[in-house]
């Protein structure tokens, strides 16, 4: 019985020694109300930058935005997999491409059609000027403690973004 109790002791001090050491079994952390509208409006980010491009590589050739586009609908399917495993609505589900929930992104997205469709050398400069707000959205977005889920997403947009950046200034 004390042998019982002897490693029963031993085992406890060793995972609380390694929840100390390496932060192990934390409780989960859940996306705050703010965080959860950021997701909301971050994967509507990406559904305009993957309908923009989209558009625009339909009306002014060229494979880069087919391919920018295709990426894009991978980033908007990694935020959606945060949505979900948090039970929070995706308001891209519902919405036909270059319709949006969001007011502001709907007007961005009329906005830069408008100036992306004038030209190549003008549609070029719209999807710099998409990846340079992804990219300030996100880096402000990983300012604040987040879920490890949502901090692995986060990054792995950023890291997109930021090729998709080099590839429309090369």
Same mark, same amino acid.
């Given at each position: 019985?004390?042998?019982?109790?002897? %490693?029963?002791?031993?085992?406890? #001090?060793?995972?609380?020694?390694?929840?100390?050491?390496?932060?192990?079994?934390?409780?989960?952390?859940?996306?705050?109300?703010?965080?959860?509208?950021?997701?909301?409006?971050?994967?509507?980010?990406?559904?305009?930058?993957?309908?923009?491009?989209?558009?625009?590589?339909?009306?002014?050739?060229?494979?880069?935005?087919?391919?920018?586009?295709?990426?894009?609908? #991978?980033?908007?399917?990694?935020?959606?997999?945060? =949505?979900?495993?948090?039970?929070?609505?995706?308001?891209?589900?519902?919405?036909?491409?270059?319709?949006?929930?969001?007011?502001? =992104?709907?007007?961005?997205?009329?906005? %830069?059609?408008?100036?992306?469709?004038?030209?190549?050398?003008?549609?070029?400069?719209?999807?710099?000027?998409?990846?340079? =707000?992804?990219?300030?959205?996100?880096?402000?977005?990983?300012?604040?403690?987040?879920?490890?889920?949502?901090?692995?997403?986060?990054?792995?947009? %950023?890291?997109?973004?930021?090729?998709?950046?080099?590839?429309?200034?090369?």
């Amino acid at each position: 019985m004390l042998k019982k109790k002897s %490693l029963a002791v031993i085992a406890a #001090t060793v995972a609380i020694s390694t929840v100390a050491q390496f932060g192990v079994a934390q409780a989960a952390v859940r996306p705050t109300l703010a965080q959860k509208l950021q997701l909301q409006y971050l994967v509507e980010e990406e559904k305009l930058a993957r309908d923009v491009y989209t558009y625009l590589a339909e009306n002014v050739t060229s494979a880069k935005f087919a391919n920018i586009a295709r990426s894009e609908q #991978t980033h908007m399917d990694q935020i959606a997999a945060v =949505l979900k495993s948090y039970n929070f609505y995706n308001p891209t589900t519902v919405r036909a491409a270059g319709v949006f929930r969001d007011k502001s =992104l709907q007007a961005l997205y009329n906005e %830069l059609i408008a100036r992306g469709e004038v030209g190549i050398l003008e549609a070029y400069q719209v999807g710099v000027d998409i990846e340079n =707000l992804d990219i300030k959205d996100l880096q402000e977005m990983q300012k604040e403690k987040m879920p490890a889920d949502m901090a692995d997403a986060v990054a792995r947009l %950023l890291a997109g973004s930021k090729n998709h950046l080099a590839a429309f200034t090369r």
